[in-house]
């Protein structure tokens, strides 16, 4: 929770909401840090699933990137999360890299 805090208090970082009639069916967390875009917790309801949500998510995120001047978007996603040809058909592809972190303030 907060990392959607921070998100929504940053001047390069928000949330993407995506609403359905029964409520939030999906989010995306977009940031910007003057280089690139990056995309995290792309995330649907499972209910929602199959009905384009996340694709419409990464569009809106990538639109909102494109609007910052960002010319490429790094797209995270955890190691054992099983989305590789999901993001694949989208047209994102592993590019060999891999990030590390450090917390500096405590998790």
Known sequence: MADIHR????RTSTVLVHRSGTGVAGTVMV???G???WVYYVAVRRADR?????RALLTAAEDWLRERGAVKVQLMV???NDVGAYYEQ????????TTYGKWLTGP
């Open 7 to 10: 998100a929504l208090d940053g």
């Open 31 to 33: 940031g910007y840090d």
């Open 35 to 37: 280089h690139r875009g």
């Open 50 to 54: 199959g009905r384009g949500i996340g």
């Open 78 to 80: 955890r190691h054992g």
């Open 90 to 97: 989208l047209g994102y592809a592993d590019v060999g890299a």
